[in-house]
């Protein structure tokens, strides 16, 4: 069974935990976050965006992304076929409010950072 069997299976009656599953992981928001700044990429300079990231992990995001309509994918048949990805108008219309997530999060960065020293400090004495 999938991640995702399992989800439906475990909160049949909450259906936009996949959705929100999907675009708040770890790289799902720096994929979408790589395409609002740049606009159009080709996988491999996306790749090259986000260098933490595996091939895998990238393949997997981006499809999970456009599956929920939220980026576009786009083949040119060349030789060899080019594939650029950006975002869709519902991917845009997030964007607003994953930046003021990452907003938030710039604003507190500082303040977590303490708070967290702060509890392995106390934990450790």
Not at 9 to 29: E, G, M, Q
Not at 54 to 61: C, D, G, I, R, V
Not at 80 to 102: F, N, T
């Amino acid at each position: 069974m999938n991640k995702k069997e399992i989800q439906n299976a475990t909160f049949p009656d909450c259906p936009i935990r996949n959705v929100i599953s999907h675009i708040t992981d770890k790289w799902s928001l720096l994929v979408l976050y790589t395409l609002e700044q740049k606009e159009v990429l080709r996988f491999k300079d996306l790749w090259r965006q986000i260098p933490d990231i595996s091939q895998k992990m990238l393949t997997s995001t981006l499809r999970h992304l456009e599956d929920d309509g939220i980026i576009c994918r786009e083949v040119f048949m060349e030789a060899p076929p080019r594939v650029e990805y950006r975002l869709s108008e519902r991917g845009k219309s997030l964007m607003p409010h994953l930046d003021a997530l990452i907003s938030w999060g710039i604003e507190h960065q500082e303040n977590i950072l303490q708070d967290r020293n702060k509890r392995s400090t106390d934990t450790q004495q």
